[in-house]
């Protein structure tokens, strides 16, 4: 996965502190950049944040599952183009690839899911080249086609409606690819000029991931790729690494083995997702805390 600024209204603070004094008459003349950070985090700390909506940024996303995709165009104020599979085909020679769920290993099966997952993948592929080798349109072909090819795509927002969405999509509770874009875009909004707009998300994020002692999901490689270089490999190359080490990751919960086994399972659940939801990590094994 890969998120990149595109472009952002220029010196948006600025703008959004001038759209906003209309309301009291008042300048901020000549400007001074740090009547301009108490402004804005005063107008977000007073939910006055129509103002906010006069700047908007353009990110693109690429090389998200379309699984991801079908969440993040569900943000009706903002706005999309997205790789079509009816005028473009999934190529793999001009890296059509998949993405790696993060839960591949089960306490039966161990790594063979994920094995299979990937089999799986190729022959849908072969289906999709098949079908298109004997002149089914791309946009039949691309039903042989499972969630978890890579899309692209282009969005705009402005930033009342960023706000929302990282909001939403950095919560612990949001699905895990999504959130690591979520993470990239916020990592982007938050620089001069445009910082003060975010700061109050990226404390929140920071002291919940810092509470739950979590690590953000971007770096995490698998046998030294992304989860988006790995399902863009060659088969013979994934073959090649796939029996040679062992995928499993481990993961502390937070309560030893009773308190876990004591707990109503809406909260064993819960504390399960919040230990695994920023691991971009195919397999997972949990390890109880020790007594004291
Ligand atoms: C953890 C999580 C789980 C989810 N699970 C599901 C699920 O199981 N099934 C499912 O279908 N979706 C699910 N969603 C998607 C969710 O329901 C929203 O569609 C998505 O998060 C977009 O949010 P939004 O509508 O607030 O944002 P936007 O569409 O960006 O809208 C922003 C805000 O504008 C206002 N707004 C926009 N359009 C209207 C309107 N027509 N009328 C009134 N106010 C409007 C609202 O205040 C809204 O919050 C989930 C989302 C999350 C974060």
């Not at 002291?207 to 790995?230: K, L, M, Q, V, Y």
């Not at 399960?272 to 397999?283: F, N």
Request: proline content about 5%; glycine content about 4%; hydrophobic content about 35%.
């Amino acid at each position: 996965m890969k998120v990149t600024l595109i472009s952002h209204t220029p010196d948006p603070q600025r703008l959004i502190e001038t759209c906003a004094r209309i309301s009291y008459e008042s300048k901020n003349e000549p400007f001074d950049p740090k009547v301009n950070s108490e402004f804005i985090r005063k107008l977000i700390k007073n939910g006055h944040e129509s103002p906010l909506e006069h700047a908007s940024a353009t990110f693109l996303i690429d090389g998200i599952s379309r699984a991801c995709s079908h969440q993040i165009v569900r943000h009706r104020l903002a706005s999309f183009s997205q790789r079509s599979d009816r005028y473009t085909k999934y190529d793999a020679e001009n890296g059509a690839g998949f993405v790696l769920p993060t839960k591949l290993h089960s306490a039966s099966m161990g790594d063979a899911l994920m094995i299979q997952y990937t089999e799986h993948m190729e022959k849908s592929y072969a289906l999709y080249r098949a079908m298109l080798a004997e002149g089914v349109p791309p946009e039949d072909a691309r039903f042989a086609m499972p969630q978890g090819y890579q899309t692209s795509l282009y969005m705009t927002a402005n930033f009342r409606e960023w706000r929302h969405f990282l909001k939403l999509r950095l919560d612990s509770h949001a699905q895990w690819e999504i959130r690591a874009v979520a993470l990239e875009i916020l990592r982007h909004l938050c620089v001069d000029g445009m910082y003060d707009c975010f700061a109050d998300i990226q404390a929140e994020f920071d002291s919940e991931a810092s509470t739950n002692g979590r690590e953000p999901a971007d770096d995490t490689r698998i046998f030294g790729h992304t989860s988006e270089e790995f399902g863009k490999l060659p088969k013979d190359a994934r073959d090649d690494l796939l029996p040679k080490a062992s995928l499993v990751q481990e993961i502390e919960l937070p309560c030893t083995k009773e308190e876990f086994e004591a707990m109503p399972r809406d909260e064993a659940d819960r504390i399960i997702r919040d230990a695994t939801c920023h691991i971009a990590y195919p397999v997972l094994r949990y390890r109880f805390k020790e007594e004291k």
